[in-house]
């Protein structure tokens, strides 16, 4: 039995595999192969995106140079051509200031000279400084040498300084008179009169501050620079740094025309005082010290800018190699490596006799135009970024990197640094790309085929199950009915045929016969009665007539006849009555049935117990039915299963007790036509209760 329902089954499985699943799974794959499609061209789409938003973020940057290039080239019009090649220009250097990505300015003559502009450059080349070194110092130089004489070979001090004090009144001009007034503190400072040196310098620093003496040094810086080491002899550290403070504020800025020797010298002996002071640890030299430091760090960063735009003025030869015509070059802008530095610059169109030009700053195109015009883009385009070098060197990136992503490389036209910037897609798996509006709709077929082939599984597996089930429930339940049928018309007929044939001599022993007759007829009635009104109220039809009456008779009644028909195997039941009852809505012969149904359970399924009790009451608007046994019991699992047709609960026991698995199904039914309700309380080998709830006024 149990291989052809699991034959059945696995037949009705394979028909739904070949009619749903087969179709739906090629279905499937076909819908999957499309979304990979799909996905392939939003890759295909997004690696577009990204060569655009790449090219996009050049012509940003090559628009924001030309226009500074274009604003550059109104106010060179009306500059004059320079004629020194470290040259000053107002002008040019409101125009530097403001736009902080020229790094320079510079002109080239129509000969390939370069000139450059004077913009905050902390020294120039030694040089340079010759020039102006002749003329100045031959002067005084015969009237010093006597002094000189004195001080280096006598050693004489007071006499040299006697000497430097006599010739101060009598020179004329700035120049001589710095350079005396230096000598004087000198000497003072080596016959030890540290107080009256300061005062020298300060003097000094204070009228000749610019002056520049002994081969180009300027004179203010000397004096701050000596005045300082003298504070330090007299071991007083804080006006020695705020000295070397001072110092430093002027080289910074640039006030000393100073040459580059000169420049690394002071830069050193700064930083020797420094150093010597470094570990003072008194509050005030504690904060001066750190103010200093950042002080020195920004001087060595203009020192560094100062050598990078000299260095390009230096190596000026390979200008004009670069300005020949390129057709990809049509805006006059070029690259060029000087000393392992790379120069972007640009080229104005000029007459005859030069050109001006802008050297740009890359460091400060890239931290600004390019991360602006790629943080611009990549809001409107999504994707994370990286800008390398042309040695593959990382110079700026996104905060995020995907790994597995391929980027797309644009590089920067020969125009612009000779970087490369790499766009990464932002992350789009299979299904995130595909999600997008108007990209779904294979994914929606797959999906949808998925869901469909789900539920068709599960609703095709219930129903099947359902079926075999009910199939498996209505061959017991024919089973079990014609067994039901087959032993009381066998001993009916068998009794029948005694009394016909007069084989039952004794009056007692026939009464007891026919007794016995009527009782298995009526036991068959009643299990036709069961069978008729099961299937009538399983196609809807069964009929019901309340009436509104005592429903104390009807129970008493049944409960009766039960006790009588029970007698002789013992059986006790008990009806309790507390009080009288009020009158309900109820069908008679449904009741009736309720109750033939719940005592024939509690009697069949009684076990060694005899003692049934049968409460009725009623409770709020309720008439309360209830029927208590001390018998078998059943299982907590199977409390609501037995409501269910055909359901019999315990295999063992339903292969010693007659039934058909219809009888509490019959009267729940019944139960619930009057709006009442069945419920059971049972535990195994102690009995059970079924306790019916009817309301008063029905339905
Ligand atoms: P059956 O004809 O099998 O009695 P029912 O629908 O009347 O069919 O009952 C369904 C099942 O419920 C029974 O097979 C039995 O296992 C269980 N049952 C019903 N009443 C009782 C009871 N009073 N005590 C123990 N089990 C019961």
Redesign the pocket.
Known sequence: MKKKEEVKRQRIIIYYALAIVLPCLILGVLALRGIKNDQALVEREQRRNLLEAGQQIIRETDAYLISIENSFSEITDSTAIPCITIFNDSLLNHFNAQHQVVAGIFFLSGSGVPFLLNNGLLYVPDDFMAVADIEGSSAIQSVMEKGWQTEFRENNYPKALKYYEHILPNVMGEQSEAEILNAIARVLKKMKQDDKAIETYDLIWNDYSQVLIQNNIPSGAVALLEKSHLYLNKKDTISALKTVRLLMSQMQKPCWKMGYSYFAYFQSKTDEIISRCDNSCNEESGSLLEWIHSLKDSLSLSAKHTEYLLAFLGNSEIIPGNIKPDSENNNHRFKTLINGKSYLFSLLPGNDKGKWGLIMDPGYLLNNAIHRSILKNAEESNFYWEVADANGELLLKSEYIPEDKPPVNTVFPSNLPPWSLILYPEDSGLFVSLLRPGKSLFLYIFIGIVIILACGLFFTLQTVNNELHLSKMKSYFISTVSHEFKSPLTSIRQMAEMLVHGRVPSPERQQKYYTSILKQSERLSHLIDNILDFSKMEEGQKLFHFEKADITPVVSDIVESFQQHTVDQGFHINLVIPDPLPDVVFDREAMEQVMH?LLD??C??SGDSRKIEVHLLSKGNKIIISVR?N????RKE?HDK?FSRF????EE??QT?K???????IVKQIVEAHNGTIDVE?EVGK??R?TVRIPLHGI
């Open positions: 149904n359970n509690a069949k399924y046994d018998g078998v019991g059943i199977d037995i359901y019999r609960a315990g026991l339903t007790v039934g058909s698995g219809i009888g509490l199904t049972s009995g059970s079924f």
